[in-house]
């Protein structure tokens, strides 16, 4: 059984800064890809960032150059560095994983972090 578990949210100021981090754990064979979602209340969940296994970065236009993804593959951890937050970033964060076990390839979520921005 794989399991994701992100940590890191909380409240803060604008213009301020977290990091988001997301540990998976389990019977991981190997990781494709992973990335952030955050759903708002009354939208949908939108994609944030992504990095594949090799690296390769996708974000969201809104978070470009604000915030960061990385991934430690040893630790089959994600971070999301979030800079210069803004009200509109406040969300639940997910964090999202396509990862192969013995037997199966699935997609597999987190349960969600708070961030709220607000002063």
């Known amino acids: 059984q794989v399991q994701l578990v992100e940590s890191g949210g909380g409240l803060v100021q604008p213009g301020g800064s977290l990091r988001l981090s997301c540990a998976a754990s389990?019977?991981?064979?190997?990781?494709?890809?992973m990335g952030w979602y955050r759903q708002a209340p009354g939208k949908e969940r939108e994609l944030v960032a992504q990095i594949t296994g090799g690296g390769r970065t996708n974000y969201a236009d809104s978070v470009k150059g604000r915030f960061t993804i990385y991934r430690d593959n040893a630790k089959n951890t994600v971070y999301l560095q979030m800079n210069s937050l803004e009200p509109e970033d406040t969300a639940v964060y997910y964090c999202?994983?396509?990862?192969?076990?013995?037997?199966?390839?699935?997609?597999?979520w987190g349960q969600g972090t708070q961030v709220f921005v607000s002063s």
């Open positions: 999202k994983g396509l990862i192969s076990t013995d037997w199966v390839t699935n997609d597999y």
């Open positions: 389990g019977n991981i064979f190997s990781i494709s890809y």
